[in-house]
């Protein structure tokens, strides 16, 4: 066992003595990951500002502020009137909202009042989005108080006041009808997607790594140094399959710690199951990257033939574009990045631990057994 | 200073790939602590033979004994007391000289304290100790020959295989091989030495065989070659060479 273990750790060593492959395999997974999720993840769709000026200051305004605040993508900007007609001159802002003096009072004894929107133009993209989104939170707002107000004076002075506010607050639950994004099937968060799809995508690189690693030795005459050593050809193997697959260990465990770290993705529970995962992802592309190694006769036929089979696998595996049905979605389940996407997506998520997985966990582990196998049966020393 | 007794037997050695005969029916014998020289052009079936010695390749026909072990049947006692200096700067160039030589010096049995000595010594040998621990990519042609040869005494072997030591290199360089390959002999080693420099060979070995088309077509110590072709005075081996297969050992 020593000497497959040596093999191991002077792979390893060659790797991180070469920074060029160091930042092939460990930085350029950290750019993608941040570059897919700045243009995808964590994102709200609508992103707008409201240039309010609030001439009021009564409980009304302030719980409509408030409530404007919260809504997912919209920011609040308060402006004086002076500055807002400024801003407005100046093109600096194109839609103002502008809340009444006494439009508290007013709504609380019944009547009607209004928020006035000044414009420059016609308000401008991000002024129409604001105005929909204040035009629907203010109805939501002032359709209780009105509520209110009309069945206090229906019922005349005499009606109890305190049991018509708690029967209006309690209309103001959930509505009837809820509208919900929803990204891919169950995991909502596209952080985790992402994150899955990115170690996956990287991970298979070790094939092409794997692969060129054993016809480099054949060509540069090492392989021929080492077989006639006292290192056998099994030991070889074991040895390369070794050091690629803690490569591609140690891969899935600095994206891992960067999702958990920067964005707390996921427990340390979910953490240790993925890595797990990831790590028996990492020797059946290993193994895969071995067959090539045993069938290629040159460098350029192992690169190749990865390449070929690592961009097979990622296109028809539905990893960035999901094949909901169809011969598509039959042909992904043939590929190891699907299994291993969905698996890390829902280890991540939460959605499913790593022994539910037992599918694919099967399908890996025959690959490892299998490819290994195959790879010493096609392996010649020369 | 050569011994009487064989260390090393062919016997009628073949070997084809698809249809090509890079080695026909080659037979000779290496003496103890005897430098051999196998000279040829180049794809005469020098580095072919080589390898059927060193276990690498299966010969098709022929039986192989290095020190009284039979290739066939005892590959892994053969690579015991065997050390291969392949004409490929077979070295991991990223890595230091020192981790080259550690690495392959465990690969052949050495412990860890064992392979770091033997390192110290081997580039000691070969004249690099200094550049122990830069990186090997940083090193001349000369050199990373010199480190090649000295991985490939690590094992300690009792028969080194140099197949082209002396390629693509500076005099400097080559001297200092010649040196050492002088006192490895005189230190008790046996060497098969390949080159196709003529004036190598008249220089270093004890005794030649003549390779070209993978047949063994001379074979004797330099001056009896010399002397086979009858011309006396200052014969070369070039003009054996030429004498014997008709065309310059360059062409």
């Known amino acids: 066992m020593l000497r497959p273990l040596l093999i191991a750790s002077i792979e390893l060593k060659r790797y991180s003595s070469d920074k060029a492959e160091m930042a092939f395999s460990i930085a350029l997974p950290i750019v993608m990951f941040a570059l ?11 992103s707008v500002t409201a240039h309010v000026v609030n001439l009021d200051d009564g409980p009304v305004s302030e719980d409509l502020l408030q409530r404007l605040e919260s809504v997912d993508g919209v920011t609040v900007a308060l402006y004086d009137s002076t500055e807002a007609d400024s801003a407005l001159d100046r093109s600096a802002i194109l839609t103002a909202f502008v809340i009444p003096e006494g439009f508290s009072r007013d709504l609380r004894d019944g ?12 308000g401008g993209d991000e002024g129409q989005v604001a105005a929909a989104i204040v035009s629907g939170v203010a109805q939501e707002v ?20 305190g049991r018509i506010d708690e029967a209006v607050a309690s209309l103001g639950g959930e509505p009837a009808v809820v509208v919900r994004e929803r990204a891919g099937e169950e995991s909502a968060d596209p952080t985790v997607a992402i994150m899955a799809a990115v170690m996956t995508m990287f991970m298979m690189f070790a094939v092409s790594l794997n692969a ?13 140094r080492l077989m006639t050593s006292r290192l056998t050809a099994n030991q070889l193997f074991v040895g390369k399959f070794l050091a690629s697959s803690l490569r591609g260990a140690v891969q899935a465990l600095v994206l891992l710690l960067l999702g958990f770290v920067a964005m707390r993705i996921a427990g340390p529970g979910e953490l240790v199951q993925a890595l797990a995962y990831a790590v028996l992802f990492g020797a059946a592309v290993s193994a895969v990257g071995l067959v090539i190694a045993g069938l290629a006769r040159t460098r350029d036929q192992a690169i190749w033939s990865a390449v070929f089979l690592t961009m097979l696998m990622t296109t028809f595996s539905g990893t960035f574009v999901p094949f909901e049905s169809g011969p598509m979605e039959v042909i992904s389940r043939f590929t190891l990045n ?12 939460g959605s499913g631990g790593i022994a539910d997985q037992g599918l694919g966990v099967a399908v890996l582990g025959a690959v490892v057994v299998l490819g290994l196998g195959a790879a010493r049966a096609v392996f010649r020393t020369y | 200073m050569t011994s009487d007794r064989d260390f090393l037997t062919a016997k009628n050695l073949s070997k084809s790939f698809g249809g090509v005969q890079a080695v026909n029916d080659v037979s000779f014998t290496i003496a103890e602590q005897e430098i051999f020289g196998l000279l040829g052009p180049n794809g ?14 299966d010969p098709d026909a022929g039986e192989i004994e290095i020190g009284s072990y039979l290739v066939r049947g005892q590959p892994s006692r053969v690579r015991d007391i065997i050390g291969v200096c392949p004409q490929e700067l077979a070295l991991y160039e990223e890595l ?7 690495f392959f010096g465990r690969m052949s049995g050495l412990g860890r304290r064992e392979a770091k000595e033997a390192a110290r010594g081997n580039l000691e040998l070969v004249g690099l100790a200094e550049r122990a621990s830069d990186a090997v990519r940083k090193f001349s042609g000369g050199m990373k020959r010199r480190v090649n040869i000295a991985v490939a005494l690590m094992s300690r072997p009792k028969l080194l295989f140099l197949d082209e030591p002396t390629v693509g290199i500076d005099p400097q360089s080559r001297n200092h091989i010649f040196d050492t390959v002088l006192r490895l002999r005189d230190e008790g080693m046996t060497v098969l030495y390949t080159t196709h420099y003529m004036e190598e060979a008249d220089r270093l070995c004890d005794r030649i065989g003549i390779i070209d088309g993978g047949r063994m077509i001379a074979l004797g110590t330099p001056s009896e070659l010399k002397a086979s072709i009858g011309k006396g005075g200052d014969v070369t081996l070039e ?13």
């Open chain 2, 96 to 102: 230091s000289a020192t981790d080259n030589l550690v």
């Open chain 1, 338 to 349: 699907r299994h291993a996407f969905e698996a890390l997506r829902d280890i991540l998520a």
């Open chain 2, 239 to 251: 003009e054996v060479f030429l004498s014997l297969t008709g065309r310059s050992l360059r062409d």
């Open chain 1, 36 to 46: 897919m999720y700045g243009a995808f993840g964590g994102e709200p769709s609508v």
């Open chain 1, 111 to 122: 009547k009607p009042t209004r928020i006035t929107v000044k414009r420059r133009g016609h």
């Open chain 1, 212 to 224: 060129q690693s054993l016809v480099a030795e054949r060509a540069n005459g090492t392989l021929e």
């Open chain 2, 44 to 57: 005469a079936g020098k580095t072919t033979t080589i390898r059927m010695l060193a276990t690498v390749l």
């Open chain 1, 142 to 161: 002032t359709g209780g108080l009105m509520v209110r107000g009309m069945v206090l004076s229906a019922l005349g002075d005499g009606s109890d006041a």
